[in-house]
């Protein structure tokens, strides 16, 4: 792929950075040359520099791991990185006029600018970046994952999911191969958004005051916040909204740094969704310690170790069920294997709502899960009232086999729905909920009908974490 100029201003003419490398073939050096009568021409080192900027696209990066085309923001505190910052001005005192006055790009500082120049580019505009210099292979060849168990406070329980953190978008085809490879309930691919790029011709340098030197240009949009572009993929399809892999990927950012505040906003197909800290996410300085008995007390234990649960809130919107006619209702009973249920309803998800008289008619269930396909929709959601002497409210499990899921460990989206059906049942507006699956999973639902919303709220423990090689295919 031919590379296209890049213009800067420049006080001593139009300089041209540009690509010395012709069609199909990878970017090895840059160069800057000046139109003025006292034109100059310097190498900029590889192509590698175009992306200092982009260690905030790579988690988990072990500092064993250097690669020359990344670099950690020196205002990151995390370990995963932080790019919070990345459409604002760097310190300006870096960039000053020379006390000489030289417009010459000779030297460390004229070598930060360009640097600083080349992030700003990457991080404003990465994909197009990415693809107008052929580099697309190099940053997909490692994607950096975690798999987090969602709705427990226990490994191994609850659901698992696995969190893809992305450069940026990549087509259906290949978000589904990678959900496919991990072959679990549910995989989420965020990606943090980005101001749009600036309108052609807009300056990334500038003349100084003095006009005798370069600076780089201030941008007027406000940096985005903690908002992230999410999609939910199974092993067979997408989902139009999943809650345990939303809850996980507020955890993933969240425990790794990569946010700072306490909301995060996610933006899907369905809408806005929000996830707030509850509790597990803020650190004492002090490293916990363990007690080893008779050997010495109060051995140092790691810190990332606690770094690995906490609680999320979901704010997410509800989804009524309106009853069925008694022919449809029957064959949702049929395909439950059941003679009859209380009541059979359907919500906009494509979900059937069917509640049963007894905690233990929900437990014993045994579906036949062809007939669920023929049914259509997404799936089934059975459910009853809780015992009277367990610390829950209600209970329920979920049979999605259209999803490629028979049955689902602790569906959060689920609850959208049951939240309110039994709210108005109980005339409660807070429940306790489980879901009965062989794993289990514990939720916290909040109604709020005037606002249309729902509150889901659960623990998550990461499991698991590391980076997807070979990643990049067509």
């Given at each position: ?160 999911a696995a969190v ?230 209600v209970i329920s ?45 514990q939720i916290t ?30």
């Open positions: 792929m031919a590379c296209r100029s890049l213009w800067l201003n420049s006080p001593v003419g139009s300089p041209v950075l540009e690509c010395q490398v012709g069609k199909g073939m990878s970017c090895e050096s840059f160069r800057v040359r000046s139109t003025s009568d006292r034109g100059f021409e310097k190498a900029w080192g590889s192509w590698r520099a175009l992306t200092k900027g982009i260690e905030s696209h790579k988690l988990l990066r072990s500092e064993s791991r250097k690669e020359t085309f990344t670099r950690r923001s020196s205002s990151s505190s995390s370990p995963w990185g932080n790019d919070d910052g990345a459409n604002t001005a760097m310190d300006e005192s870096v960039f000053e006029g020379s006390p000489e006055g030289s417009a010459s790009i000779d030297g460390d500082k004229r070598t930060e600018l360009m640097n600083e120049v080349m992030r700003r580019l990457s991080e404003e505009d990465l994909e197009e970046a990415a693809k107008k210099y052929n580099y697309e292979d190099e940053l997909f060849a490692q994607i950096d994952f975690a798999q987090i168990n969602a709705f427990t406070k226990k490994p191994f329980r609850g659901n698992p893809c953190y992305l450069p940026y978008e990549r087509n259906d085809d290949w978000l589904k191969l990678i959900a496919k490879e991990f072959n679990l309930p549910a995989t989420a691919f965020v990606i943090k958004r980005r101001q749009s790029k600036q309108s052609e011709g807009s300056p990334l340098i500038a003349a100084d005051e003095t006009g005798t030197d370069l600076k780089p240009v201030k941008r007027v949009n406000p940096p985005i916040g903690n908002e992230f572009d999410i999609r939910w993929f199974t092993t067979d399809a997408e989902l139009g909204l999943c809650g345990h892999a939303t809850l996980a990927s507020a955890h993933m950012l969240f425990s790794s740094g990569l946010v700072e505040g306490d909301t995060i906003i996610f933006h899907s197909k369905k809408g806005t969704l929000r996830a707030s800290k509850v509790s597990g996410y803020d650190h004492d300085d002090e490293e916990p310690s363990v007690d080893r008995g008779d050997e010495e007390a109060d051995v140092p234990y790691p810190k990332t170790v606690e770094l690995g649960k906490g609680v999320v809130e979901l704010d997410f919107p509800l989804s009524m069920a309106a009853q069925v006619e008694a022919a449809e209702a029957g064959k949702v009973s049929d395909a439950l294997e059941v003679a009859e249920a209380v009541w059979v309803g359907r919500t906009e998800l494509g979900d059937y709502l069917v509640e049963f008289s007894s905690s233990k008619e929900v437990e014993l269930l045994h579906p036949n899960y062809q007939k669920i396909k023929e049914l259509g929709g997404r799936g089934v959601i059975a459910t009853a009232r809780a015992p009277a002497d367990s610390e829950f409210d499990r979920f049979f999605a086999p259209n999803l490629g899921i028979n049955e689902d460990p602790v569906t959060g989206s689920a609850h959208t729905t049951l939240g309110p059906y039994w709210a108005g049942k109980l005339g409660k507006k807070t429940l306790e909920a489980y879901q009965a699956s062989a794993r289990g999973g639902v909040r109604v709020d009908d005037s606002a249309g919303r729902v509150y889901l709220q659960g623990g998550a423990v990461l499991v698991m974490a590391g980076t997807l090689l070979n990643t990049f295919c067509e």
